[in-house]
Every structure is written in structure tokens, then in C-alpha cells.
């Protein structure tokens, strides 16, 4: 019985081994804390088949222009992750339209921002846009959304791709307009965003970079 212990115990200490070692060949080496943005200065994202669709409600937006330009902060210099890579001030958008409702205008506000988020893969990173906000008017309803967008930016392509489906981007105050309750818009409700966004630096930039340490 004594010799029966004494094997069990044994058995579970090196079970107990290879499940530390297994454990410890499945976790990420390191985890990304600072990060090193370059090139630009100047930045200028051109959106492709830019669309909102106000999940709940089941609406969706789609623009034929929706672009983001502005600056890296301190280019070449390291920062924490979650720290600002970049400001976009310069918001242009047009052509937006609803499959019901038609013509309809979405008007970006303040510096939005750009920060890594976490490891890259190869050439693409995790990324966030921060402080968006815009507001759509069409006749019969009007109302706010802001929050942050998730995705991935490529490097090698330039490319910005939205995290598909809610990203942190919300319907932030109460949709004024007789047809808001018809189309089923209401605060609080997510906002996917889909397309692509591709840098193109103006004159005089370079493309953004991303160094890990």
C-alpha cells in the first residue's frame, strides 16, 4: 500500500511537471509594452468602400468618401502601448447615403486618435482609432456616435482593416427626427464600421512605421 502511495505521488509530481511546461510553451514569450511609431510626419488615410451598419437596428451607411488625415506625435520616439501614434484632425466624408433614407451627410469632429494595441504579427499590428466622433443628418433624424474603432494596420500595405462587426463605436446620444424610431435607431446601439483605409503619405512624408523594442 505504502509502495502504491509512493508511486501515485511520483506520477501526479510529473504530471504536474509537463502540465508547467506545457503551459509555459503555450504563453506568449513577451507581451508588448512600448512600441516605436516613424516615418510620416504627415499621414493621409484614403478610405475604399467605407460603411457604418447600426447593428440592433439593422441599417447601414455607406459613404464614397470617408477620410482620415493628420501627424504622427514625436515620430521615432518610443511610447507605452496605448499611447498615441498619431492625431487625425483632418476628417473628410461624402457621399453617404441609407438604402432607405438616401442622401444623408456625416460630419466627423475633434482629433480622433491612432495607438497599438498589443503584439504585431509579422507586418500587422493591433491597433485602435480613439475619440471618434461624428453625427449623421438626414431628413427626419439626427444623432451622435463615438467611441473607438478596432482593427489591424498592415505596414507593408498601408492598410487599415476594422475589426469585424462591434468595435466600441456606439449611437452616443438619443436620435432626434420622427424617422429615427421608424428605422429603429436608438442610443446606446453598436455601429460596425467596414472597408479599408490606405495611408498615403502627402508630399514631403514618408509611410508609417511601427518598431517593437
Known sequence: MKMLSKRLASGLISLSAALVTILAMSSPASALTTY?????P????????ASFKVIQANQSISCSQFDLAGNLVNSGT????????????????????????????????????????GDPAATTWPVRMTNVSWTVVMVGC?????????????????????????SGLKISSTP????????????????????TWTNTPPAGSGPLTLVAP
Open 36 to 40: 516605436t511609431p516613424g516615418g510620416g
Open 42 to 49: 504627415g499621414i493621409n488615410f484614403v478610405s475604399s468602400n
Open 78 to 117: 518610443s511610447r507605452a502601448v496605448g499611447a498615441n501614434a498619431a492625431n487625425i484632425g483632418s476628417l473628410t466624408s461624402s457621399g453617404c447615403t441609407n438604402p432607405i433614407m438616401g442622401l444623408m451627410t456625416i460630419t466627423p469632429s475633434g482629433t480622433w486618435g491612432l495607438t497599438v494595441t
Open 142 to 166: 439626427t444623432f451622435q456616435a463615438s467611441g473607438v474603432v478596432n482593427g489591424n494596420l498592415n505596414v507593408a500595405t498601408q492598410t487599415f482593416s476594422p475589426t469585424a462587426g462591434a
Open 176 to 195: 432626434a427626427g420622427f424617422l429615427c424610431p421608424i428605422l429603429g435607431w436608438a442610443n446606446g446601439q453598436d455601429i460596425a464600421v467596414s472597408g
